[in-house]
C-alpha cells in the first residue's frame, strides 16, 4: 500500500484512513469482490495503532461502506448505496463535534498511568488514603444519627453546614460572611464550571497565571472564552500586570490561585493581594480566588486570602475539603454576592437537583468536630515531611540537574530542568520506569518543567520516584 497518513495534518489519522478507504472504494482501489485487510495487518503496513484502524472502519461500517462479520472479516457493502441495510451512528463524529472538550491529552494519559496499581504516582493533586480521616469519619457516623432529608436539600445547600462554614471560614481564613453567601458545590471543579458558565460568554477575555492549574481546564475553550496569561515568578505575578492586560484586551474576570499556587508553590505578597484589590475596584473587574492551600501552611502562620481583605464584593471564593480531608467527599463552595451564588445555585440546580444530603451531612459532622483541628495538625506533619523527603531526593538524584524552591505549604513542588528535554519522550521513558509527574508545558506556556506531587506518595515511593524520574533524564542524553 503506498498511501500513507499525513501526522503533520490537522485532521485524525483515523479519519484520513476513513476517507482514503472511501475514496479507494469508489475508484476500485478497493474491489467490491474482496475484503479489506484484516485490523492487524492494515496497522501494521501503515505504522499506525491498531485503534486507529479500528477507529476508521468503525466510521466506515456506520457510514454503511462496509460490512464486518466475525470470522468473516470485513467486506464492501453489497448494499452500497444503504437502500436497505440498517444504519448505526457514527460516534466518533458525535464525540468529537460536541461542544464540551474532552480533558488535555497529557492529563488522560496521566489519570489512564496512574489506574496501575504499581505507578508511582507523582501527579495526581489529591491526598493518599493513609492522609484521609478515615478512623475518625467512621466513628463519627457509626455513633450520630444521620440528620439530614433525603429529598432535595436547600439551593444553596444545607443550611446547617453553610452555617458551619461560615464560623470556618472565619476562624481559619479571617472572611466574613453569611449563610446566605455560600453555594455548597460538588468540589471546586464545579464552582469554576458554573463560575465560567454563567457569568461569561464567548469572546470575553479572562486572566489566567502562567503556569496555572487553571491553564489545561478546557472549560474555558469550551465556553468560547479568551484567556491571556499572567506570569507567576518565585514571589508571585505582579500586579501590574493586570492593569497592562487589561487595557489590551478589556478582560472581563481574572482567575487567581494566590496562595501555595498550583503548580509553583508560590503565596502572592499581602502587598500584592491588596494592589490585587485596588486594581479590581478601580477597573471593575471580578476576582475568582481559588484557594485549595491558603489553610496548608507549614509554619502554622494563617495566610490572607484576597476575600478577607474584599470589602465590596468583588471577589468570588472558592474553596473545599478535597485537599484538607478527602476528594471523594466532594465538598466544595463558593462565597460571593448573594444575587451571583442565587444565580450559580440556579444552574447547579438544573445540572444535579443539588448536592448529595449525607456527604453534607459528614462533611459538617467532621468540620464541628475538635477531631477536625488535630487531623489538620496531623496532615500538615506529614506534607512537610513529605515534601523533605522529596527535596533530599531531587538533591540526590539530580543535584544541579534541576532548580526549584521549597514550598511552604501546599501540596506541590516545581521543578525547573537545566537542559532541553523532549518532553512527550521524558513522560513515555517515566511510565516506563514506573513514575508518572505533570510536564510544565501542560500548566502553561513554558517547557522545560515539571509538577512534582508530594501528597500521594509516602516517603518511600517518593524517594524512589524520583529516582525513577532521574533514570527516565538520563535516557534523554541517548
Sequence with gaps: MDWKPDRNANKALYKQLAEYIENGIADGTFPADKPLPSERKMAKELGVNRSTVVSAYDELEADGLIVRTRGSGTTISQDI???SKKRVPSWN??????SFLPNHPVVQRIRKEAEEIDMINLASGELSPDLFPSKVLRKLTSTR?????LGHDHPLGNEILRRTIKEHVKDYRDIETNPESILITSGAQQALHLIVQCLLKPGDAV???????H???QIFKSAGVNTYLLTVEKDGMDPEELVRLYKKHRVKMIFLNPAFQNPTGVSVSDRHKQRIIEISLELGIPIVEDDPYSITSFSGKKISTLKSMDETGNVLYISSLSKIVAAGLRIGWIIGPRAVIERLADAKQQVDFGHASFSQWVANEFLESKEFHLHLTRLLKNLESRRNMMIRSLQSYLRDQVEFNSPQGGIHL???LNRNV?????????????????PGSSMGSREGYVRFTYARENEERIDLGISRFAESLRMQEK
Aim: charged share 25%.
Design 93 to 98: 463524529r458525535y464525540i468529537e463535534s460536541g
Design 207 to 213: 486572566v489566567l497565571e502562567d503556569p496555572s492549574y
Design 215 to 217: 491553564y489545561n481546564l
Design 422 to 438: 523532549n518532553e512527550t519522550k521524558l513522560l513515555e521513558d517515566a511510565i516506563r520506569e514506573g513514575v508518572i509527574f505533570v
Design 145 to 149: 444519627s444521620f440528620i439530614g432529608n
Design 81 to 83: 448505496w444503504g437502500m
Design 414 to 416: 516545581w521543578c525547573k
